[in-house]
């Protein structure tokens, strides 16, 4: 006898199994947990250096291949990717399935250590980036004033932002689009129509003048 010609000839007992079946599943759906950004855990890590007013070939030999190969080896990496723009060089990592990240984040750790000496001196120390869903924005908000769009910036990162950051729970807080003061040396202009390494003053003597002051401050 088959299923279908039993629960034609035990019609309450078919009815009996669908209501418990109906009745079990109801209490499972009420217990359920939901859960909007459930925690969920990417097999991926990203390297971020920066090295101000460097080009995007400059940073491809000088940093970009130089962390590539430092991070071929560690283990369970299925692929490594890179990006090299102005003053910023990114390397991405792609782990195997199953791989514990923060293992994986002790080894590149450990290699981008030994690494460090053969970085530029003034390139800033390499950044490990995991990626998290919930490092995503909840909240955006958008501002407009009558004021100079420099004056809003500095009002919303000296008084608005500060307010925020005092908030319980709030872990973060970019501003985007802002206008920030900002002063422009030409040194291909000629100053009182003499180039400026004519008088022994270079690019390099220039910036190193600008931290001077930057720190002086």
């Given at each position: 006898?088959?299923i ?6 035990r ?42 007013n ?6 491809e030999l ?32 792609s782990?195997a399935?199953?791989?514990n990240?923060?293992?994986?984040s ?12 053969s ?8 950044r ?18 009558n ?19 005092q908030?319980p729970?709030v ?7 802002g206008v ?16 400026a ?15 001077t002051?930057?720190?002086?401050r």
């Amino acid at each position: 006898m088959s299923i279908t010609e039993r629960s034609v000839a035990r019609p309450v007992t078919t009815m009996m199994v669908f209501l418990i079946v109906i009745t079990l599943g109801s209490i499972g759906f009420r217990y359920l947990p939901i859960d909007l950004l459930p925690p969920i855990e990417y097999p991926q890590l990203s390297v971020v250096v920066n090295y101000s007013n460097v080009g995007p070939e400059e940073m491809e030999l000088l940093v970009t291949e130089q962390v590539e190969n430092a991070l071929a080896g560690v283990a369970n990496v299925e692929q490594l990717r890179s990006n090299s723009a102005e003053g910023r060089s990114w390397v991405s990592l792609s782990f195997a399935q199953g791989t514990n990240i923060d293992e994986a984040s002790n080894d590149v750790r450990a290699a981008l250590d030994r690494l460090r000496r053969s970085l530029p001196d003034d390139a800033d120390p390499p950044r490990i980036w995991k990626f998290d869903p919930n490092d995503a924005p909840i909240v955006m908000i958008g501002a407009r004033s009558n004021r100079e769009l420099s004056d809003l910036t500095r009002v919303l990162e000296r008084e608005v932002a500060k307010n925020f950051e005092q908030i319980p729970g709030v872990g973060s807080i970019d501003i985007w689009g802002g206008v920030y003061r900002e002063i422009q040396v030409d040194l291909s202009r000629p100053a009182h129509l003499q180039p400026a390494h004519r008088h022994g003053c270079g690019a390099g003597d220039w910036t190193r003048e600008r931290d001077t002051a930057g720190r002086q401050r």
